[in-house]
Structure formats: C-alpha cells, structure tokens
C-alpha cells in the first residue's frame, strides 16, 4: 500500500461546480499536511497547508482528519483556471523527507 | 514568501555534455533540498535529497556518478547531470525547505526542461 494515496481522476466538473479530493495517508506519526497544485509543464506550487482545525483561503477549504487518517480540498465556484494537477504532501515525524501523492487531476469546463 | 530560484529554465545539448543545475533558496535558510525528475504525464520522482556540507543521499535506481549533487551553502545545491544522453531529457525540479520549523512546506523552484539531443 501506498504511503500517500490519491485518486488520479480526472474529475471532469463544469464551472461553477464544487469539488472535493481526499488523500490518504498510512504512517499515523504524520505530522504535517499539504496541497499542492501542478499546472501541465510547471513546478508544483504551494496552495494551502491544512491545519488540524481545518482551514479556509477564499474557494478553498482544507480538512485533517487524523482518526481516519485523510486529508481533503474542497475547491468552490470552480473556475476554468483551476484545472490542474492537485498533489497532497505529508511531513512524517522522523523523517526528512516529504512524501507526496501521485496527484488527482481537475478538469473545469465552460 | 519563500522563495525558490532555479537556473537555467531550459537547456537544449548534444549527446555528451554535462549540465549542471543550480536551485538557490532567497530569502531563508535550507539545509535539505530535494532534486526531482517529472517524464511526462507522470509524477514526480525523488531523485536525491542534498544535504548541505555531506553527501547526498540518492533514492534507489538513481546512480550518483551520473548525477552529481554538490550543497556548498545554506542557500546553494547544485545538480550536475554527466555526460548527459537522450533518455536523460526531463523536467528536474529542487526543492527546499526552510530550516526554522519542522512542519514548513517545500517550496519549489521552477524547474529545468531539459532536452539532450
């Protein structure tokens, strides 16, 4: 089993759509969580840090939840812009090294 | 922000040459960074974390005397690809992470496609 798992999509929504990706994790001393978003032939780029209250940046909501062991975005009021590649990182206790997710793929059309 | 820089963005070479990479944190401070290879419509791959005044640290598969990897600073990690063949031609990606916290993210720079002809 994968340490970071996502679902590849894609997920074809049309503008205006909400959306929502949830990434799993197996290592519970995890410890710290990311979203990262990947446009074609671009390097990821930060887009929020998901905190264990959860948190919220304008269309887009981030959740923990440690009991089950995921993570989730909620993108709303989807724009064409936001089709990309969504990756979730985590930062596991001990190690240095971050561990990401194969990326779910977000599709918006008109 | 964190602020990642990486040079070149682009290389295009025969068969032969070596390139090096360089990825430069500006505004903080990385004792780890991390050098990726994207191949097209596939994930990204950990090729090596660098470690700054030690050796790097390469993930299995990759072959150190084919990459090598040189973190002279703080701010500084340098990715040399030898005698660089077609199949090398990828998307190689750094990393770094700011030493202040344990839970900072990675910032990444933007990434060099390169193509051996």
């Known amino acids: 089993r994968k340490e970071v798992e996502q679902d590849p999509g894609p997920f074809n929504v049309p503008e205006g759509a909400t959306v929502a990706f949830n990434c799993t994790y197996s290592n519970s001393a995890s410890q710290s969580f990311f979203w990262y978003r990947q446009d074609c032939r671009k390097e990821p780029k930060l887009l929020m840090s998901v905190y264990s209250s959860g948190n919220e940046d304008g269309r887009f909501t981030a959740q923990l939840n440690r009991a089950s062991q995921y993570i989730s975005l909620l993108i709303r009021d989807s724009k064409l812009s936001d089709s990309a590649t969504y990756l979730c990182?985590?930062?596991?206790?001990?190690?240095?090294?971050?561990?990401f997710g194969r990326g779910t793929s977000l599709i918006v059309h008109p | 922000g964190a602020v990642v820089s990486q040079h070149p963005s682009r290389v295009i070479c025969k068969s032969g040459t070596s390139v090096k990479i360089e990825c430069r944190s500006l505004?903080?401070?990385?004792?780890?960074m991390f050098w990726y290879r994207q191949f097209p419509k596939q994930s990204l791959m950990l090729m090596a974390t660098?470690?700054?005044?030690?050796?790097?640290?390469?993930e299995q598969g990759v072959e150190k005397d084919k990459f090598l990897i040189n973190h002279a600073s703080l701010t500084l990690s340098t990715l040399t690809v030898t005698s660089a063949h077609p199949e090398d031609s990828s998307f190689y990606i750094c990393?770094?992470?700011?030493?202040?916290?344990?839970?900072?993210?990675?910032?990444f720079g933007d990434g060099t496609r390169l193509s051996i002809l």
């Open positions: 660098s470690n700054e005044g030690s050796k790097a640290t390469y």
């Open positions: 990393s770094a992470r700011d030493d202040s916290g344990n839970n900072q993210p990675q910032h």
């Open positions: 990182v985590v930062n596991q206790r001990g190690s240095y090294i971050p561990t």
């Open positions: 505004d903080f401070q990385a004792t780890t």
